[in-house]
């Protein structure tokens, strides 16, 4: 399977800038086996069955993105995961500079320092905060700014409105960051109506690192590898999971593959504290959900593969022209559509 396969144009003009208000607001684009049918977020409890559980994930981004000094270089670091070692891996531009032991200074709160502890030839470094857990927090809301895409354009820096619009309302656990972004369209308004409509919703937990931002750089897919995500399903997320009489239907593609990295072979959802590497191309036998929910991805992402194999390589490129062509708002800040899995 090639890189490839997963092309397609995008005029520029369709890449949103700015979440729908309110957010329920934005346009749902329900694909379905017997076609297409334009909805909106709001109309999400109509489209759901009494008994269905949506999982959504409640990771909150974090200020990830650091300018640090080393003598007079200046360093561009952005956060990616933090290690189970208390160590953190990031990206940093002009990594070359950096050595095993060096120190790093942070612009915006020098009170703030890192340790080198290790880099590779692609840009990848491991540090060693001088704080950690809370205070490393509350350090990086002095010293860091929000990692939004690099395809929200933002010339004169970010918006006061950034901080707030690119969090979900279950944001609760902080590690990620970038946002669960299919998450992005609920209200509290959204929320009761799905209660009426006796949807049950179960938070997981996966921090959404840097990688998510990263090209795939290579044709032949079966050459790339994933980058590893943070995540945990608790027993009492695990137990309401599986104890559903209707269907499970994922919010964002993060939610998705932390189910699918943590059901078994008889469809049980197990509880899950550790990293998910997964990587789900057309092909993939999906054991846990029906349906998902998620934004309009990028062409040639890792993104875009995932909902290929789960609606249909062909119906997705169907429903991706026909958004295109309707004038649908694509990426994080964009609309969204509710897939149905294509029957095994």
């Known amino acids: 399977m090639?890189?490839?396969?997963?092309?397609?144009?995008?005029?520029?003009?369709?890449?949103?800038?700015?979440?729908?208000?309110?957010?329920?607001?934005?346009?749902l684009l329900h694909v379905h086996t017997a076609g297409l049918n334009d909805r909106h977020v709001s109309d999400l409890p109509a489209l759901l069955n009494p008994g269905d559980v949506l999982v959504v994930n409640d990771t909150k981004v974090i200020p990830a993105q650091l300018t640090a000094r080393r003598g007079n270089a200046r360093i561009g670091i952005t956060l990616d995961r933090p290690g189970a070692d208390g160590t953190w891996q990031a990206l940093a531009r002009n990594a070359r500079r950096l050595q095993v032991g060096d120190t790093l200074?942070?612009?915006?709160?020098?009170?703030?320092?890192?340790?080198?502890?290790g880099r590779t030839a692609d840009g990848r470094a491991t540090l060693r905060f001088n704080h950690e857990g809370p205070a490393l927090i509350a350090a990086l809301r002095r010293a860091a700014v929000l990692a939004l895409p690099p395809y929200i354009d933002r010339p004169r820096g970010l918006l006061p409105r950034d901080v707030t619009d690119y969090q979900t309302m279950f944001a609760t656990h902080e590690g990620a960051v970038a946002a669960p972004t299919a998450g992005l369209h609920f209200t509290p308004e959204l929320r009761t109506a799905l209660a009426a409509r006796e949807v049950t919703l179960v938070r997981i937990t996966l921090h959404v690192g840097a990688g998510t931002f990263l090209p795939v750089r290579t044709n032949d897919l079966a050459q790339h590898h994933m980058h590893a995500e943070r995540g945990e399903i608790t027993a009492a997320a695990a137990q309401a999971i599986n104890a559903r009489t209707g269907r499970l239907v994922a919010v964002g593609t993060t939610s998705l593959r932390l189910l699918e990295s943590s059901v078994d072979e008889a469809g049980t959802v197990r509880p899950f504290a550790g990293e998910t590497d997964l990587f789900i191309l057309p092909g993939y036998?999906?054991?846990?959900?029906?349906?998902?929910?998620?934004?309009f991805h990028l062409p040639r992402s890792t993104l875009f593969m995932l909902v290929c194999a789960f609606a249909g390589t062909a119906r997705m490129r169907v429903a991706y022209t026909h958004a295109i062509e309707a004038a649908y708002r694509f990426y994080s800040y964009g609309d969204a559509c509710l897939l149905e899995r294509t029957p095994p």
């Open 105 to 117: 200074v942070f612009e915006r709160d020098a009170t703030l320092r890192a340790t080198i502890g």
């Open 285 to 295: 036998r999906f054991g846990a959900v029906d349906l998902l929910l998620t934004n």
């Open 2 to 27: 090639q890189l490839s396969d997963f092309d397609f144009e995008l005029p520029p003009e369709r890449i949103a800038l700015h979440p729908a208000q309110p957010r329920d607001a934005a346009r």
